[in-house]
C-alpha cells in the first residue's frame, strides 16, 4: 500500500503537483530531503526533469520501494515517456508520467534589453542597485532569472570574442558574483551558451561562462558551431 508523496522541486511547480495529488488522494506529502517516512514504504515520487533526468529519482529509489514516478519537465504533458524512462533506468512495471511545468518563457534582446552602459558607480555593490542608470532595463531581466531553471545566451562571434551589446549586461550583473552580494538560488540553476562563427568560438564562450561561474550557476553547456 502507498504511504506516501515525496518529492523534489527546484522553482515550486513539482510541489504544487505533489500537494494537489495529496489533497486528492488523501496521501501525506512531504520533500525528499525532509522527508521522515519509514525507509522501504511505498511511496509515489515527483521530480522535476533536467536533460530526461528525473532529479532526486535514484536517491528516492534507495530508500523506498517507487510505485509510481512522475516528471515536470518543460515539454507538453505526457511526452518524453519513453527518454525519462530509459534515463532514469525506471522498472517496466512502474507507471511513469510527465507533467508539464508551470514554466515561462522570457526573451531579452541585446543591446535592446539592456541598452544602458556599466559606468562602475558602485550602487549596486553598496546594496542600492535601484539608484543605477541602468535599473529601469536591469530589473526584468533580474526577476526573469530569478523565475527561471535554464538560462540561454546565444550569442555571436565578433574578433573572436562575445559582442560588445552582451557585455553591458555582464557588468550589470558584477554585483551578483559570489565574492559580492551573490543570489544563492542561482546555484540551483543551469545554463547554455549557444554561438556559431567561423573561429574564435572558445574565447566567446569563455567570455559569458566566466560571469555565470562567478553568479554560481550550477552547471553551463556549451554549444558551438563551425561556419
Given at each position: 500500500m502507498i504511504k506516501a508523496i515525496i518529492y523534489t522541486s527546484n522553482t515550486g511547480t513539482t510541489a504544487?503537483?505533489?500537494?494537489?495529488?495529496?489533497?486528492k488522494t488523501g496521501?501525506?506529502?512531504?520533500?525528499?530531503?525532509?522527508?521522515?517516512?519509514?525507509?522501504?514504504?511505498?511511496?509515489?515520487?515527483?521530480?522535476?526533469?533536467?536533460?530526461?533526468?528525473?532529479?532526486?529519482?535514484?536517491k528516492a529509489d534507495r530508500q523506498y520501494r517507487v510505485r509510481v514516478v512522475c516528471g515536470?519537465?518543460?515539454?507538453?504533458?505526457?511526452?518524453?515517456?519513453?527518454?525519462?524512462?530509459?534515463?532514469?533506468?525506471?522498472?517496466?512495471?512502474?507507471?511513469?508520467?510527465?507533467?508539464?511545468?508551470?514554466?515561462?518563457?522570457?526573451?531579452?534582446y541585446l543591446p535592446w534589453g539592456m541598452p544602458h552602459g556599466c559606468i562602475g558607480c558602485y550602487a549596486c555593490i553598496n546594496g542600492n542597485e535601484e539608484n543605477c542608470g541602468g535599473y529601469d532595463a536591469l530589473k526584468p531581466?533580474?526577476?526573469?532569472?530569478?523565475?527561471?531553471?535554464?538560462?540561454?545566451?546565444?550569442?555571436?562571434?565578433?574578433?573572436?570574442?562575445?559582442?560588445?551589446?552582451?557585455?553591458?549586461?555582464?557588468?550589470?550583473f558584477g554585483y551578483r558574483w559570489l565574492v559580492h552580494r551573490p543570489d544563492l538560488s542561482f546555484?540551483?540553476?543551469?545554463?547554455?551558451?549557444?554561438?556559431?562563427?567561423?573561429?574564435?568560438?572558445?574565447?566567446?564562450?569563455?567570455?559569458?561562462?566566466d560571469s555565470l561561474n562567478y553568479w554560481g550557476v550550477a552547471r553551463t553547456y556549451c554549444i558551438t558551431q563551425a561556419v
Open positions: 504544487q503537483y505533489a500537494k494537489l495529488l495529496g489533497e496521501l501525506p506529502v512531504c520533500s525528499l530531503s525532509e522527508s521522515s517516512v519509514p525507509k522501504d514504504s511505498e511511496i509515489i515520487y515527483l521530480g522535476w526533469v533536467m536533460a530526461s533526468s528525473i532529479k532526486g529519482y535514484k515536470v519537465c518543460m515539454g507538453a504533458t505526457g511526452s518524453q515517456l519513453a527518454e525519462v524512462r530509459k534515463q532514469n533506468a525506471v522498472p517496466v512495471c512502474t507507471p511513469v508520467f510527465t507533467m508539464q511545468g508551470g514554466g515561462q518563457l522570457f526573451e531579452f531581466i533580474i526577476s526573469a532569472m530569478e523565475q527561471s531553471e535554464l538560462i540561454i545566451f546565444c550569442s555571436p562571434t565578433y574578433v573572436f570574442h562575445t559582442p560588445g551589446q552582451i557585455k553591458p549586461l555582464l557588468d550589470h546555484l540551483k540553476k543551469q545554463a547554455v551558451i549557444i554561438t556559431t562563427a567561423g573561429g574564435g568560438m572558445k574565447s566567446t564562450v569563455r567570455d559569458i561562462r
